[in-house]
C-alpha cells in the first residue's frame, strides 16, 4: 500500500493536474476546486507534511517556494493576490504535502473565516 498523498502522486504523474511550472524543487498547478477566478497550489518536490515539520534545511527551498509563488501569481496577470499556507486540520488542511495557494482574480475579504 502507498502512503502518499494526492499531491505525491500528482507529482509522480500518477494524477494528472493542469501544470503551469515544474523545476527541480517545486511544481505549481491550479487547484481543482478553485476557490476564485485564480487558485493555484505551488508544492515542494520534497514530501513536508506542513510547516510544522520543517527544518532548517528547509529554508532555502521555502524561499524557493514563495519566489515560485510570487513570479507564477504576476504572470497569470494578478495585482492582488493572497497566498495561504494551511497548517494542521483545524486549520484547513486536508493534504499533508505543504502547500501554497495563491488566490486571486476576485476581492478578498479579510479576515478568513
Ligand atoms: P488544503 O485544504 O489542504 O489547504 O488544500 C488542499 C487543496 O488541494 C484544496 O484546495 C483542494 O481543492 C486541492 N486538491 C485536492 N485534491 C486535488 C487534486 O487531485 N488535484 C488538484 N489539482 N487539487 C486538489
Redesign the pocket.
Known amino acids: 500500500m502507498s502512503n502518499k498523498t ?1 499531491f505525491g502522486k ?1 507529482i509522480d504523474g500518477e ?1 494528472p ?1 493542469e501544470e503551469l511550472y515544474r523545476d527541480e524543487f517545486c511544481l505549481a ?5 478553485p476557490q476564485a477566478p485564480v487558485h493555484i ?1 505551488v508544492i515542494p518536490i520534497k514530501p513536508l507534511e506542513s510547516l510544522k515539520s520543517i527544518q532548517e534545511e528547509d529554508q532555502e527551498l521555502l524561499g524557493h517556494l514563495l519566489m515560485t509563488a510570487s513570479k507564477i501569481a504576476q504572470k497569470e496577470g494578478l495585482e492582488n493576490w493572497r497566498t495561504v499556507i ?1 497548517t494542521g486540520e483545524k486549520a ?4 499533508f504535502h505543504l ?1 501554497i ?1 495563491i488566490i486571486g482574480g476576485r476581492e478578498l475579504k479579510w479576515p478568513p473565516g
Open positions: 494526492v500528482i494524477i493536474c498547478f491550479r487547484d481543482i476546486q497550489l494551511n484547513g488542511q486536508t493534504v502547500h495557494h
